[in-house]
């Protein structure tokens, strides 16, 4: 399973399940924002970290 989390220069934000949920979260670190349209976008030096997780 992958797993999702932004990291921002002074923050990093938690590991999540879905990327819809690390972008619904990432306001919280500064990380970015969903505009108008529903599409998130993501703020200069925003890093989108990824992890394969053994399910078990």
């Given at each position: 399973?992958t797993?999702?989390?932004?990291?921002?220069?002074?923050?990093?934000?938690?590991?999540?399940?879905?990327?819809?949920?690390?972008?619904?979260?990432?306001?919280?670190?500064?990380?970015?924002?969903?505009?108008?349209?529903?599409?998130?976008?993501?703020?200069?030096?925003?890093?989108?970290?990824?992890?394969?997780?053994?399910?078990?």
């Amino acid at each position: 399973m992958t797993q999702y989390r932004f990291v921002t220069r002074s923050r990093t934000g938690k590991w999540y399940s879905s990327l819809a949920e690390a972008q619904r979260q990432a306001n919280r670190i500064g990380a970015g924002f969903t505009d108008a349209v529903g599409q998130f976008i993501a703020y200069r030096g925003t890093v989108l970290e990824m992890r394969e997780q053994a399910s078990g």
